[in-house]
């Protein structure tokens, strides 16, 4: 968990398939970087795409989803080098908002009521399988 001035905040880093159903979750502080639990989202899953938003513009990143044989379909920040980016396939990224949406129905999740990590991770799973019931 981490601090702020609101109080005890956490992150939710978590990937989802072409059906938006949840695949894989890691909780961080919620001061942390989107980038710096990409590479652990994406390991050893089996994508022919990857979509992120311009928060995970990176070249390390871009390099990890290529080693998997996967296409990276990232937009490149305004300072950044321009790549090119299918924005026809990018429009799917909104499963992933749509995910969060969706477990925000939730009120122990939407409040943050579980004061350890374990314990929040879990009622996470819980949602997501009452979200690949649906």
Known sequence: MGRSRGGLTTKIHAVVDALGN????ILTPGQASD???AEALIADLPADHVLGDKGYDAKPLREAIESQEAVPV???RATSPQVPCDYALYCERNLVE???LKIKHFRRIATRYEQTPRAFLSILCLVSAFIWTK
């Open 22 to 25: 949840p695949l894989r979750f």
């Open 35 to 37: 980038i710096t639990q």
């Open 74 to 76: 990232i937009p490149p």
């Open 98 to 100: 749509r995910f969060f």
